[in-house]
């Protein structure tokens, strides 16, 4: 495991000018704890010095070739058990700043999470909203497709999920989306070919078995606690959700934060995740009206 670089008074004084840290340690205990952060690429999230974290993603290459990269530890591709794959559980905090839209099997890969967290462990992470950046023009995610992926225990890219992902792509700017842009009018980010471009990379993928990096899901704030709360319906979702943060003006991602919470009684739990997203659900809700109020002249 690797130790954090900061100080625990510059870490703070960091994090309260910054907001984007602050939702991505949100409940991380301090000044002393161990947790994981999946693809930190070259930009891992800063941490002090008392918290160790092990880098994980769905190869140990995965980002090889990336100049300055964090050396991954752990390779999983978010089906089968993470606990059994790190040799460790019972940790403090998970952190996954824009890489859970990767991930093929995403509730295979939620629930192997919560699995090696502690009760109270938090999972902080943030997502691409889907209005304010390429994906502008794919539908959202839905229950169905959650499940596929989950039942056929995907742990690499489905053909669709790669179709969808190079072929729907608009070229779109978060900034003149919120300027008043339309991204539906935006051309597709790889041009006329998008389409043939889009069948030879699944062909291609399906046959060498490549793993091929793809947004996979399609988000907006109220989508994702949609399929949540559809999620834990059928017991396929064991967190908690605690916190959202909604898209901020000029921005193109949100924030969510969970927990493994110390109640194991499934009906309990469903009613702890009911009120959860009924809060959060409001708590957007109560955001767009007031962006609403303040757009009109």
Known sequence: MHSGSLSLDTFLARRSADRRLARLTHDIPLPEARG?????????????????????????????????????????????????????????????????????????????????????????????????????GRNVSDIAELIEADLLGYTRPSPRQIIAHTYQARAVEPGKVWAGEDPAGAPRLCGDAALALAHAQARDALASGAYADCHCWVFTPFSFLDVIEEASRLGLFPFVLNRIAATEPGGFEFYVSMRRDGETDPQALLGLQGGAVAHLREILERQRRTAQLLATP
Do not use: K
Request: aromatic share 8%.
């Open 36 to 136: 994981i952060e999946f693809g930190p690429a070259n930009n891992p999230t800063a941490l002090p010095a008392g918290l160790s974290v092990a880098y994980v993603d769905h190869a140990i290459e995965a980002q090889a070739g990336l100049p300055g990269a964090a050396p991954i530890d752990c390779a999983w591709t978010g089906t089968g058990s993470l606990a059994e794959t790190l040799g460790r559980d019972g940790l403090d905090f998970a952190i996954a700043a824009q890489v859970a839209q990767y991930v093929p099997n995403l509730l295979g890969w939620f629930r192997g999470i919560h699995a090696v967290l502690r009760p109270g462990g938090v999972l902080n992470l943030s997502l691409p909203d889907r209005r304010f950046m390429f994906d502008a």
